[in-house]
Nanobody, 121 residues
Framework: QVELVESGGGLVQAGESLRLSCASSGSINGFDMGWYRQAPGKQREFVAGITAGSSRNYAASVKGRFSIARDNAKNTVILQMHNLKPDDTATYYC????????????????WGHGTQVTVSS
């Protein structure tokens, strides 16, 4: 069974950067891949996505600060986060999309277990 494993989370101060990594135990070739996050008491939300063809989409709240990339040879998806804000505090989840429906939660086919990002002010 394929697994997605996130790493790279941690505690940082506002304005700092973090690099999240998602390693897949199976091939990510041909799959759209996404990052989502969930803050305490809030719904899980889309953060960034990269299609199989490497087209990128970002939530408005992170555009210009976050960057998503993929390495199909290493079956890895990266989320580079700059200028972090306290509102970015959440558990971040990697996802492999089962279908492409504008990155809605229902189109996720496989979730990772998540990595915690905490941004202090």
């Amino acid at each position: 069974q394929v697994e997605l494993v996130e790493s790279g989370g941690g505690l940082v101060q506002a304005g700092e950067s973090l690099r999240l990594s998602c390693a897949s135990s199976g091939s990510i070739n041909g799959f759209d891949m996404g990052w989502y996050r969930q803050a305490p008491g809030k719904q899980r939300e889309f953060v960034a996505g990269i299609t199989a063809g490497s087209s990128r989409n970002y939530a408005a709240s992170v555009k210009g600060r976050f960057s998503i990339a993929r390495d199909n040879a290493k079956n890895t998806v990266i989320l580079q986060m700059h200028n972090l804000k306290p509102d970015d505090t959440a558990t971040y989840y990697c996802a492999a999309m089962a279908s492409q429906q504008n990155w809605i939660l229902a189109s996720v086919g496989l979730w990772g277990h998540g990595t915690q990002v905490t941004v202090s002010s």
